[in-house]
């Protein structure tokens, strides 16, 4: 692979099967310069494997990237070097290390590469069997509950067909249960050991697959995706109609005048302005003001 400028390549890594390597992995592996990786020891096996002497390993991973990044950028531009930017598997950057780097390899004006290759998101949506005319890829939901209850929200009022996730085998089974409660109507498909030895899917609604899970004495072991199909979920109900007097309340303690603040009201949609009038003599009873004259009617 001749090389011409500095350049950063970034490449995907099998997620399981190492038959699934590309032979551009393989050529760019035994030609680049520079090896920056999430975990030296576990891209060593990999050189091992494919029988490629191994290159300068550099360990740049989610807890040293952002402090490494620019340095690294840096000797790539100014020693010329190509670069191989990989994870321990699957593509960099998705719910993987390697932001931070990628993007200083942008700010400093360097040519990025991708080499493509194996992602458990796109894997997973593959064999789920859902019509997918859009979706979207979610990560690793949060841990904290306030936060994970939250964006188990936004997943039910976001609009899509499906939905992407992924989870640590140790909550997997807690997140099925989240899901059979905040997202009434949602159908899964259930991947693990994706391209492995002992990979299974499974596809059902969540407290289906978690009783499946419940009698599997190894469902503890690998890395799940979830697949959602979000498209027989129930709906949030709307949010309830602010009544005219809330919103009169609202203008009036953020300085607007009572007269004006009727006529906003009566003018928005769903109000009307005997409603806002009405609103105005309640809360001109709260909030007397002697220099104010009242509220015109029709206002």
Known sequence: MKQTEPTLYVAATPIGNLSEAS?????????????????????????????????????????????????????IAEQGLSACLVTDAGTPCISDPGFAVVNAAWERGLAVRAVSGPCAAAAALSISGFETPNYGFFGFLPRERKARTEA??????????IAVL????????????????????VRLSLSCDLTKLFERTLRGEPL?????????????????ALVLDLSGVVPLPPPPKPS?????????????????AASRVGAMEGYSRNEAYRASLEVARLFPDPQDEGPERGA
Do not use: M, W
């Not at 490494?68 to 840096?74: D, E, Q």
């Not at 005219?244 to 004006?260: F, I, N």
């Open 23 to 75: 032979p551009r992995l393989k050529e760019l592996l035994g030609s680049c310069d520079l090896v920056l990786c999430e975990d030296t020891r576990v891209t060593h096996k990999l050189f091992a494997a494919f029988d490629i002497p191994v290159k300068r390993l550099v360990s740049c991973h989610q807890y040293n990237e952002r402090q490494k990044a620019g340095a690294l950028v840096a000797q």
């Open 152 to 161: 188990l929200r936004r997943l039910r009022a976001c609009g899509l067909a």
């Open 166 to 185: 992924y989870e640590s085998p140790f909550r997997v089974k807690a997140l099925l249960a989240e899901l059979a409660q905040a997202l009434p109507g």
């Open 208 to 224: 289906e697959l978690l009783a499946l899970l419940e009698q599997n004495p190894n469902a503890e072991r690998g890395e799940y």
């Open 244 to 260: 005219a007097r809330a919103l009169l309340l609202d203008l009036a303690l953020s300085g607007v005048p009572l007269r004006e």
